[in-house]
């Protein structure tokens, strides 16, 4: 009798065991498909490698202070470095020279808010898109991995890596968090030191705050941050204050809506009813916000078209939809759950539940006012002379990667920035923040560069208009941008996306 008993314990404990195995690697393969892991990755058949040493002859070149292009200058190449820029550069010996006539030469784009997730697809869009340099804002071991390859070769832009954000909750949901979404769960001041020491040492550029860190393990972040020397970026905790940032060590807040959120929370929280009532807050608070960023030195970046796009994912995602460029996003994450971009995923848009007498007026009034926070909290930032980096936190719907770089730039001039300003925050201010020798066309700068047809000082639109990407030192013509844009949509293509079949 006891032998049958322990035989049965032994049978019902190993079927645990089997059951529990199968449940891990099922969740752990869901999770890395809807974060667009499952896609093959894509091959573009590429023209030959460009020479190590080369001459960009005859070409306007956008000048130290980014104000104006000077003409017919050149640009010498070597090992991925500018060695000399000016009317006539003479180098030793016989060179490679590429004729720019007629083209407008700009420092490679960065986008300061970016999130590769499990793809390494997304590389060849930057590049395509002339965005040389990416801050992936949500860095894992394998964006470590792909750094360290472009750094010895591998085509892709530049990455400066900030580790997953620093989140605080309980045990049983912090398993579940940390192990779903890879996110640094810490639940107390001395886990969140050891936790920035250990992130360090694996190699991640900065460490970032998330909405959910506790005011203590925020304030923790701060001083070990300061301590270690490393970036702290990212969001202001919902626990936190905006007192708490002045007092922190955060130097980059990781968009402009972190602001309007922080005052919605002062105002007591927007809705569609006291819309005018919150303007008039953001209106009286946005200037002495605004000097105290400037004070401390802390940069803010933009995410505006992302903030833009709410209301028509709220109300009028079909209709949207078509307008984007669907084809070039992972399926994975366009359809997937974690943070997905069609009807049925999407979380911005209403639920069909919720539309009920009224529903789209409200949600229209107050995602009117959400858009309108933003453009006022920006006027009050660039009076005060606060550094704002492009930012379009790619990825998120409906910023598809590489792409968004050019809309987000396009709505920054729209709310009222110079074409030569937005240029410089997305090109030498963030080098400048990331203390790398990017971001301008100069002597001992990597050679990021792009050359445009048309002249983007006088039409921001012109930021598109791609000819050529130099990518440490590499050239990719436009056949080479075109085929890995080809490479990219027919990968996406493989993996099944309905939301491309047309
Ligand atoms: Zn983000």
Redesign the pocket.
Same mark, same amino acid.
Request: hydrophobic letters at 45%; charged letters at 15%.
């Given at each position: 009798m006891k032998k049958w008993l322990v035989r049965i314990f032994l049978a019902i404990a190993v079927l645990a065991i089997a059951s529990g195995v199968v449940t891990f690697f099922v969740i752990e393969d869901a999770v890395d498909t809807m974060f667009g892991g499952a896609t093959p990755v894509a091959q573009p058949g590429l023209a030959q490698r460009s020479p190590d040493r080369f001459v960009l002859a005859n070409v306007s070149v956008l000048g130290p202070a980014g104000e104006e292009f000077r003409p017919r200058q050149s640009i010498l190449v070597e090992d991925g470095v500018i060695r000399a820029v000016g009317p006539s550069v003479e180098p030793a010996g016989s060179i490679a020279v590429i004729d720019g006539s007629g083209l407008f030469a700009v420092p490679g784009y960065t986008d300061s808010?970016v =999130?590769l997730w499990n793809s390494p697809n997304d590389l060849l869009l930057y590049l395509a898109n002339g965005v040389t340099q990416v801050r992936e804002? =949500?860095g894992r071991p394998h964006h470590l991995q792909w750094k360290q390859e472009i750094e010895s070769g591998r085509l892709g832009p530049d990455m400066y890596v900030v580790a997953a954000q620093l989140a605080s909750y309980g045990l049983w949901e912090g398993l579940w968090v940390g192990w779903t979404s890879g996110r640094n769960v810490v639940r107390s001041p001395p886990a969140t030191a050891r936790r920035i020491e250990s992130l360090v040492e694996q190699g991640y550029d900065a460490v970032k705050a998330s909405s959910f860190l506790s005011r203590e393990a925020y304030a923790e972040a701060g001083r070990a941050s300061r301590e270690m020397s490393v970036p702290l970026v990212g969001h202001l905790p919902l626990a936190a204050g905006l007192p708490d940032l002045w007092a922190s060590n955060q130097s980059e807040v990781?968009h402009v809506e972190e602001l309007v959120k922080a005052l919605g929370r002062e105002f007591g929280g927007l809705r569609s009813t006291n819309a005018e009532a919150f303007l008039a807050h953001v209106r009286a608070r946005r200037g002495e916000i605004a000097e105290r960023l400037a004070a401390n030195g802390i940069h803010v970046t933009s995410t505006l078209a992302l903030s833009e796009s709410f209301g028509r994912q709220a109300v009028d995602l079909e209709g949207l939809l078509p307008d984007v460029a669907l084809g070039y996003v992972n399926p994975g994450v366009a359809q997937g759950d974690a943070m997905g971009w069609v009807p049925g995923v999407n979380p911005y848009r209403v639920p069909d539940a919720h539309r009920n007498e009224g529903w789209r007026g409200r949600n229209e009034a107050y995602w009117a006012a959400y858009a309108q926070a933003h453009h006022l909290m920006l006027e009050a930032l660039l009076d005060a002379g606060v550094t704002i980096l492009v930012g379009t936190?790619a990825n998120?719907p409906v910023m598809v990667p590489g792409f968004s770089m050019h809309e987000e730039m396009q709505a920054l001039v729209a709310a009222g920035m110079r074409p030569a300003q937005v240029l410089a925050s997305a090109t030498s201010l963030p080098g400048r923040w990331m203390e790398w020798n990017t971001g301008r066309i100069e002597e001992g700068f990597r050679a990021n560069l792009v050359l445009l047809r048309e002249n983007p000082l006088e039409d921001i639109g012109a930021t598109a208009s791609i000819e050529t990407v130099v990518v440490n030192g590499r050239v990719l013509s436009r056949a080479d941008l075109d085929a890995m844009l080809r490479a990219v949509e027919a990968a996406n293509r493989q993996a099944g996306s309905p939301a491309i079949a047309d």
């Open positions: 808010h =999130h804002m =949500h990781a936190d998120v």
